[in-house]
């Protein structure tokens, strides 16, 4: 065997296969004069490994070899997907025609007869390499056009999602060494499905490539042009753009409003004069957004606020906006285990008979204390609880506490008194919260008319008949109803008069203004008003200072609620003012 082969070596590699010596070292030395790199096998099992190893640009061989033959070696080429494209020439002697035939049947590309002139030797090489040198070119082209169908949305030739992201990351190398900025700006459209809807896609897809031209025009006219800003299309009807190197923040909003203007010119389809608007949520690199990935998180998060905001929006990403989002998970998370760990507990807050200054009940507060997290305030983790389930046995569980403490505070003979308990929309939606009740006040033998639960106008929402339904069984049961926060919601008067409600809450939004803001004092009038015309008592939230209290004296309010008096305590401390009996 003698072959020469070097690693990095450019020029095209021929393996021979030729058991006469005489024929192989020709050969070898023909090939190698012109500019080959030749490695020379004796018998078909030596080429083959010759092969495997070095990969050939072409293959020659004999056809009658001892060990293995041409044919077994072509076979053995052929069966390998590593080989098997490498042409293979056969050598033959003069006239054996039948060796000829079966060779290009078994897939050989050519052959030469023995004994060949150099020039019809070269010839042949050379065609069989040029032959191969297209076919690659074609799989180039395959390659790259699977490469183009990876990176880049058919619909509007825009770089999709997989491009865009790693445009970003390299952007944000070159951002971090160059210390420029970076943004990413994402892109809704408000109403692609109106038009998709009442047009056709065929339109709907017209209007996104338009959107995607006025976007592309829009950043090649950027002031700063750098070689990773462009345009992307995410998804439907999701666009970005990201920029790089521009100068202030003032610049980045003016580009980004330009986009949205843009967006906003009317489209003309089938002779029809279209609208459609655009929100957009851009992300600075480094503004809590270390990592390209952060960075596309951040600047959909930004959309979604811009979204909830209303169309035709824009946001700039706060870093809040993520803290928050991660406090949220956290919360969700540990909720699960608050209850359990015994991490929850009631505070009380006195409700006081304005006339007579005297506590008359409670409502129940829940508090959070976090094993980490310290307190947590129910306005931040109720609704949370509320997404989920979880609201369902944490709410049950507030329920018995309060129906407990209030039956211990009767017992010690500190009653009369009425335990209020907040009720959320969720609780009402699933099926057993009247079992649940009427299992608490069984359980904690408290009378049911000791009891009032609070409830909100977001209730309704869940179908008026249903609701009403589900109040008049909970009425049955002997207890009281109250609206909470009334004046925030939907406020419709209409169900107000229809629920079987004892009393009625003014949210403290109206009590916290009512001595200063002529507005919110003539609504909480004609609130009092109304709710005495439907026979509920109203309850005052949110008293802070004598003037409100005698204010809402003023207005025939039945009692308060609020730091005047008290803020919520725990219940040894709600204890002592009940003792006490008034303020
Ligand atoms: P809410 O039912 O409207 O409760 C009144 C809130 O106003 C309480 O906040 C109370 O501490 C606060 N407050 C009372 N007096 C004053 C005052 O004079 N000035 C001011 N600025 N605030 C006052 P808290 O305890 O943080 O509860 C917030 C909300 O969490 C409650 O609003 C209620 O919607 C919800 N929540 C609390 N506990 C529960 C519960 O056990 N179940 C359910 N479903 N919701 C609960
Ligand atoms: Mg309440
Ligand atoms: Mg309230």
């Known amino acids: 065997m003698s072959h020469s082969v070097s690693q990095n070596d450019q020029r095209p590699r021929v393996v021979v296969a030729e058991d006469e010596e005489a024929i192989r070292d020709n050969l070898t030395r023909m090939l190698r004069i012109e500019g080959f790199d030749v490695a020379a096998a004796a018998n078909g099992k030596e080429a083959l490994a010759l092969i495997r190893e070095h990969l050939p640009a072409l293959i020659l061989s004999d056809v009658m070899m001892p060990e293995m033959d041409g044919h077994g070696l072509l076979d053995a080429v052929r069966d390998d997907p590593l080989t098997a494209a490498i042409p293979f020439v056969f050598l ?36 069989r390499l040029a032959r191969r040198e297209t076919q690659s070119q074609a799989s180039q082209r395959l390659q790259s056009e ?17 491009l865009l992201l790693e445009r970003v990351r390299a952007a944000s190398h070159q951002a971090m060494r160059s210390q420029s900025r970076l943004a990413l700006i994402a892109l809704g459209l408000d109403g692609l499905s109106r038009v998709n809807d009442s047009l056709g896609h065929e339109s709907g897809d017209r209007v996104l490539r338009e959107v995607a031209d006025r976007l592309f025009r829009r950043v090649n006219q950027a002031m700063f042009v750098s070689e990773y800003d462009g345009v992307a299309r995410l998804a439907g009807d999701q666009f970005a753009v990201l920029l790089e190197g521009f100068g202030d923040d003032a610049y980045l909003e003016s580009f980004c409003a330009d986009l949205l203007a843009g967006i906003a010119a009317p489209y003309h389809e089938n002779g029809q004069e279209l609208f459609l608007t655009a929100c957009a949520g851009a992300a600075l690199l480094g503004e809590g957004a270390d990592l390209p990935e952060d960075l596309m998180r951040n600047a959909d998060a930004a959309l979604s606020h811009a979204k909830q905001a209303g169309p035709g929006t824009l946001r700039f990403f706060a870093a809040e906006m993520n803290e928050r989002a991660v406090r949220r998970l956290r919360l969700h998370n540990d909720l699960h285990k608050a209850l359990e760990r015994g991490e929850l507990a009631l505070h009380y807050q006195p409700q006081v008979d304005i006339a007579t200054r005297r506590i008359v009940g409670f409502e129940a507060l829940m508090r959070w204390q976090h094993a980490e997290l310290g307190f947590v305030s129910p306005a931040e983790f109720i609704p949370v609880a509320e997404e989920s389930d979880i609201i369902v046995p944490i709410g049950a569980w507030a329920l018995g506490e309060a129906c407990r403490q209030a039956k211990a505070w009767l017992d010690a003979g500190l009653g009369p008194l009425r335990m209020a308990v907040n009720l959320s929309a969720r609780q009402f939606s699933t099926n057993g919260l009247v079992a649940t009740v009427a299992g608490a006040l069984e359980q904690s033998g408290l009378p049911p008319a000791a009891l009032e639960l609070e409830i909100t106008e977001s209730i309704a929402m869940q179908g008026v008949e249903r609701t009403l339904a589900i ?10 109803l109250a609206m909470d926060d009334f004046g925030t919601g939907y406020s419709s008067l209409s169900y107000l008069k229809r629920f079987p409600l004892d009393a009625l809450k003014v949210d403290q939004s109206f009590v916290r203004n009512i001595t200063t803001d002529a507005g919110d004092a003539a609504i909480t009038r004609a609130v009092v008003a109304m709710a005495h015309s439907f026979g509920m008592i109203v309850i005052a939230e949110g008293v802070e200072t004598k003037d409100h209290f005698e204010f809402l004296a003023g207005l025939g309010c039945e009692d308060a609620q609020g730091y005047y008096f008290s803020k919520p305590v725990p219940a040894a401390a709600a204890g002592e003012l009940l003792a006490k009996g008034s303020f």
């Open 146 to 162: 699977a490469q183009r169908l990876i990176h880049f949305d058919s619909l509007t030739d825009l770089p999709n999602r997989t």
């Open 471 to 480: 109040l008049t069984e909970l009425k049955a049961l002997g207890l009281a």
């Open 92 to 127: 033959t002697a003069k006239a054996d025609h039948g060796d000829m035939r079966s060779g290009m049947n078994r897939g050989a590309d050519d052959y030469l007869v023995k004994p060949f002139q150099r020039d019809e030797l070269l010839a042949a090489v050379r065609a």
